[in-house]
């Protein structure tokens, strides 16, 4: 009889179960850890992405800049001054197209009858009427720039049904208000009727704003 002995390996079992262990506890790591907590769902107080604002419409050419009139009394301020500074360098076409086709007298008070845009104009620049301005005349000698104030003809009227205004004139319409320096009260009155102390412009805004009172 043949007798088969097997020899076993010194610290051969002890790695082996080393080896299984770390297994085991590996496996029971995984099962036992938590899952990821869910994202909690969006509500009203979580920031919105941003927007880009909306830019304003410019029109081409060399037109007056688009007025959104939702209060736009910087466009309307600019707009009288392009007028303005048109007027006193005897520039009759930066007048035109500021100035709508017929245009309401707005001094010494805003009256139901309008005058065509031409007339405007042949009394701004009658020769006889403009010796008064020195070719070194200028805009800030003539007007307090800095005291300009705008307001809606609603909003100067106080009357909100817009019942009350002028044919032709609109409550949303912009009122500017000009102060004018001593210079000014002797030289203005010549080239704009009715301007006296100070005078009023009233730009009308949308797609192709314009001055439609004076």
């Known amino acids: 009889m043949t007798r088969r002995f097997s020899q076993r390996l010194p610290g051969r079992d002890t790695e ?5 262990l ?5 496996c029971a790591s995984c099962a036992t850890a938590p899952p990821p907590e869910p994202l909690p769902p969006a509500t009203d107080a979580d920031p919105l992405p941003h927007t880009p604002q909306p830019q304003e419409g410019v029109r081409g050419g060399d037109g007056p800049i688009g007025l959104s009139m939702s209060g736009g009394f910087n466009e309307a301020r600019s707009m ?25 007298l707005a001094q010494p008070r805003l009256t139901a009858p309008t005058r065509q845009r031409d007339d405007v104009l042949v009394v701004a620049m009658h020769p006889a ?5 020195d070719p070194s005349t ?13 307001n809606t003809l609603e909003g100067e009227s106080g009357d909100r049904s817009g019942r009350g205004l002028p044919q ?3 409550g949303s319409d912009v009122v500017l208000t000009v102060p004018l320096t001593p210079t000014g009260r002797r ?7 009715g301007w006296r102390q100070e005078g009023k412009l009233i730009v009308r805004g949308g797609a192709d704003p314009r001055i439609v009172g004076l």
């Open 138 to 150: 200028t805009l800030d000698s003539l007007i307090e720039i800095d005291s300009l104030e705008a």
């Open 187 to 193: 030289v203005l009155p010549l080239l704009l009727p």
């Open 22 to 26: 770390a297994g085991l506890l590996l």
């Open 80 to 104: 009288a001054i392009q007028f303005l500074e048109a007027l006193v360098a005897g520039e009759r076409e930066g007048m035109e197209r500021l100035l709508g086709d017929r245009v309401a």
């Open 16 to 20: 082996v179960t080393s080896r299984a």
């Open 129 to 133: 009427r403009r010796r008064v301005i």
């Open 168 to 170: 032709g004139m609109e």
